[in-house]
């Protein structure tokens, strides 16, 4: 289909560099938006005098925005285009930004993380859609791959821009504004690049179809790449409807989907994302600038060098082992930070304190780089390989707009957790969930390494989830 992808005949054009650069793009402002709020808390309450309950309303309020924008994303970027879609986010990005940046009153500071949000749940969803649509067949995984990663690289860098500007007054607003010079990056990369081939395609705009996919692809044969995407339309023309997608036959894997989406947040990663600083400022850390720094090596560094194991590994030892041995070492590594502010909480000493302080950070680490290389990417992979081609579409969103509830209600309650019940017995909370995910995934979720998506949905169909699709031995 794509012969001579990466050989000789398969030249990436300059256009194609324009597409890498939108999807890598996308991926890091997704990851920059999750990680920077942690550094400009502080900031913000000193310049707001808010409380926890505001503080978490600041912080939760881009997963409330996200799970908007997946839920419409995948419908935009069908009736607009892809390119549209990611234009939108873009410019979604930057409005955000700089309503957070100049917000002069709480409410506003609200308003802009909203709309920060609608760009991340928007991005997350068209973003990938369009690197997979784009990607030569072998260079696929990669592309995929590479927004994941873009997405932990976000992260750190949010952290190393908390660390640079934590000193500095109003350094919140610095740290929470420069999201907009590369959402205006993203918005001009996006211009130049092109619209995808199999949306054009899927429009009956065959002649500007092949344009662009030879604009893009040069040197490469369109005529069997086209008959095969124009087969795999055919097939999707009769996609389910949303009211077909909670039918009763698709129940197994649509609750292996939201199953994962929803234990990927209530253990936990979200919490330790958004709140690093004051999680580690109340491990014993005493200055903003040794949070941060803790922060940015700690979690943000670990976060994108783990994710790479995902990569390597993801079909060499299957998606099973990874998800069970990624919550042992979350949950364990949970109790240990639960038991260190335990000794915090009762140590007056501050040596005590500085024990139980690194106890947590190596705690920390671990739970990163076991959730990097487990629930983190693997969840998403199993969540898009387990629908058969009819419902994958919107079963996916379905699944992603839970992921995002379930990130709200983690971000926007956690400080009243902790407030509630004390931080060990908070960690102790989501190393139960670990528990709990573990034995889930064990009893309900397959293996789908190795397997062709038509070999998954048989498998379904031999559980008897599926009705056998007529024609299909």
């Known amino acids: 289909m794509d012969q001579g992808a990466g050989q000789g005949g398969g030249r990436f054009s300059p256009l194609m560099v324009?597409?890498?650069?939108?999807?890598?793009?996308?991926?890091?402002?997704?990851?920059?938006?999750?990680?920077?709020?942690?550094?400009?808390?502080?900031?913000?309450?000193?310049?707001?005098?808010?409380?926890?309950?505001?503080?978490?309303?600041?912080?939760?309020?881009?997963?409330l925005g996200a799970l908007l924008g997946s839920l419409i994303g995948g419908e935009l970027a069908d009736r607009v285009g892809r390119k549209k879609a990611v234009l939108t986010a873009g410019a979604l990005f930057t409005i955000g930004s700089l309503t957070q940046a100049l917000a002069p009153h709480?409410?506003?500071?609200?308003?802009?993380?909203?709309?920060?949000?609608?760009?991340?749940?928007?991005?997350?969803?068209?973003?990938?859609?369009?690197?997979?649509?784009?990607?030569?067949?072998?260079?696929?995984?990669?592309?995929v791959s590479a927004y994941q990663l873009a997405i932990t690289i976000g992260i750190f860098l949010a952290y190393e821009v908390d660390a640079a500007?934590?000193?500095?007054?109003?350094?919140?607003?610095?740290?929470?504004?420069?999201?907009?010079?590369?959402?205006?990056?993203?918005?001009?990369?996006?211009?130049?690049?092109?619209?995808?081939?199999?949306?054009?395609?899927?429009?009956?705009?065959?002649?500007?179809?092949?344009?662009?996919?030879?604009?893009?692809?040069?040197?490469?044969?369109?005529?069997?790449?086209?008959?095969a995407m124009e087969a795999a339309l055919r097939e999707e023309s009769h996609k389910a409807s949303w009211g077909e997608v909670f039918d009763r036959q698709w129940r197994r894997p649509l609750t292996v989907a939201v199953g994962l989406a929803i234990y990927q947040q209530i253990t936990g990663i979200n919490a330790i994302i958004y709140y690093a600083d004051s999680i580690f400022a109340a491990a014993g850390f005493a200055s903003p600038a040794a949070q941060t720094t803790a922060t940015t090596w700690a979690i943000g560094a670990v976060n994108v060098a783990a994710t790479l194991i995902a990569i390597a590994y993801i079909d060499r030892l299957g998606r099973r082992p990874l998800?069970?041995?990624?919550?042992?070492?979350?949950?364990?590594?949970?109790?240990?930070?639960?038991?260190?502010?335990?000794f915090i909480g009762g140590s007056a000493?501050?040596?005590?304190?500085?024990?139980?302080?690194?106890?947590?950070?190596?705690?920390?680490?671990?739970?990163?780089?076991?959730?990097?290389?487990?629930?983190?990417?693997?969840?998403?992979?199993?969540?898009?390989?387990?629908?058969?081609?009819?419902?994958?579409g919107r079963a996916v969103a379905v699944a992603t707009a839970v992921n995002w509830g379930a990130a709200f209600i983690v971000s926007?309650?956690?400080?009243?957790?902790?407030?509630?019940?004390?931080?060990?017995?908070?960690?102790?909370?989501?190393?139960?969930?670990?528990?709990?995910?573990?034995?889930?995934?064990?009893?309900?979720?397959?293996?789908?390494?190795?397997?062709?998506?038509?070999?998954?949905?048989?498998?379904?169909?031999?559980?008897?989830?599926?009705?056998?699709?007529?024609?299909?031995?």
């Not at 793009?25 to 409380?51: E, P, R």
């Not at 979350?330 to 038991?339: D, E, R």
């Not at 705690?363 to 990417?377: K, M, N, R, T, Y």
């Not at 009243?416 to 931080?423: E, F, M, P, Q, Y």
């Open 18 to 63: 324009t597409v890498i650069a939108v999807i890598i793009l996308a991926g890091m402002l997704f990851g920059y938006d999750q990680g920077v709020i942690s550094g400009a808390l502080d900031g913000i309450q000193k310049t707001f005098h808010l409380g926890p309950r505001l503080l978490e309303v600041i912080t939760s309020w881009v997963t």
């Open 106 to 143: 709480p409410l506003l500071l609200v308003g802009g993380r909203l709309v920060i949000g609608l760009g991340v749940g928007l991005a997350a969803v068209a973003a990938p859609l369009y690197g997979a649509e784009m990607a030569p067949s072998a260079w696929r995984g990669r592309f």
């Open 165 to 227: 500007l934590t000193a500095s007054n109003g350094g919140w607003r610095l740290m929470l504004g420069v999201c907009a010079v590369a959402g205006v990056a993203l918005f001009v990369a996006m211009l130049i690049a092109p619209e995808s081939p199999r949306w054009l395609l899927k429009m009956g705009r065959r002649e500007e179809a092949v344009a662009r996919f030879c604009a893009v692809r040069p040197g490469i044969d369109f005529t069997p790449r086209f008959a």
């Open 323 to 342: 998800l069970l041995a990624g919550l042992i070492g979350m949950g364990g590594s949970l109790v240990a930070v639960g038991i260190a502010f335990l």
């Open 349 to 392: 000493s501050h040596g005590g304190s500085s024990v139980s302080g690194i106890v947590t950070l190596i705690g920390l680490i671990v739970f990163i780089i076991s959730f990097a290389f487990s629930l983190g990417p693997v969840v998403w992979t199993v969540i898009n390989e387990i629908f058969p081609g009819r419902v994958r």
């Open 412 to 473: 926007r309650f956690f400080l009243t957790l902790v407030d509630a019940i004390g931080r060990p017995a908070t960690f102790w909370l989501f190393a139960f969930f670990c528990v709990t995910g573990w034995i889930w995934i064990w009893r309900r979720v397959p293996e789908t390494s190795g397997r062709s998506l038509e070999q998954i949905e048989q498998f379904w169909i031999e559980q008897g989830s599926l009705a056998p699709v007529p024609g299909r031995t």
